[in-house]
């Protein structure tokens, strides 16, 4: 097995695939490590029209593409759970199953994942009426009732596509704005089969028969308790990123990875690229600009 490279990049998302574009176009003998689902947070996206030169895409089509795109100038794509960087020079890589990689660098790329709804039994229910992939599950609410949780652009691009499948979404945040787009927060008023519930948190689920029947919520403002009827519930409340075996001296508080314009951290020849930096913006467009940029610096260093 194959266990030298250049460049080893985490993350088989935007960000990764990108910088793989770039670092194999300049014939560096690249690696990708995906621990999920090749994409990213793009294949349970359903539907891209920020992304310039594509007015609309699916996520899942934008993502396959890259996906491709990704290993057409050599990269290797596989599979496995990253645990260890170790701080060595070449850098040892250390997966779950017991392999190591080595590299003359290293790119994270490893995204955000979902903040989980902190109820009680949210757990058990978690894929049986709590979903947190619109594009994977809607169709299983078809003619049905969703509550959908957050007011970010997450919640509110999913709660498009669920209106197109589902009989009513009622929308629940807990200020009175909207953190998402004003296109989508445009669309998502005008949608008739959409209502939007303000100044509301989840408060519990209201079980019947073993499934979901309701949404308990509380008015944070007056403390009152109502019930939106509903079958699923989406919830989109964030995402935190995935950087949890990475050395805490690399992140911020909140577990970013402080990266700098040429997506180098603290340590030499560990860079970083997409969700899982610090920064203002988290879009697929800033994500490959990150992933270009942190190639370009180990192609520039390399050779
Ligand atoms: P987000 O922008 O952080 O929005 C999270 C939403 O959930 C906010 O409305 C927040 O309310 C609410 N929230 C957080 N914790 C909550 C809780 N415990 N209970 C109830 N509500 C809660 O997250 P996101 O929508 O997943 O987006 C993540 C990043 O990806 C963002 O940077 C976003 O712009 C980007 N993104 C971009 C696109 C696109 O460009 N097309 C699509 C999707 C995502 P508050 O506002 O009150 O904090």
Redesign the pocket.
Known sequence: MDTQYDVIIIGAGPAGLTAAIYASRANLKTLIIEAEVNGGKLSK?YE?E?YPGIEKISGLELAEQLTRHGQKFGAKLISGKVLKIEESDPKKVFLADSTVYEAKAVIVATGTRE?ML?LPEAENFTGKGISYCAVCDGFFYRNRKIAV???????L?ESLYLASLAAEVTII???DV????ASVIDKVKANEKIRIITKS??ESLRIEDDRITGLMIRNVDTDEITTVECNGIFP????DPCTEFLDPKLLDDKGYVIAGPDMSTSVEGIYAAG?CIAKD???VVTACNDGALAANSIIKKLK
């Open positions: 996206t891209i920020n903040r902190d949780i957050g007011g970010g652009n997450s919640a691009e945040i807990r200020r909207f953190r998402a787009d948190v989840p989109y409340i964030g995402a969700d913006l988290r879009q």
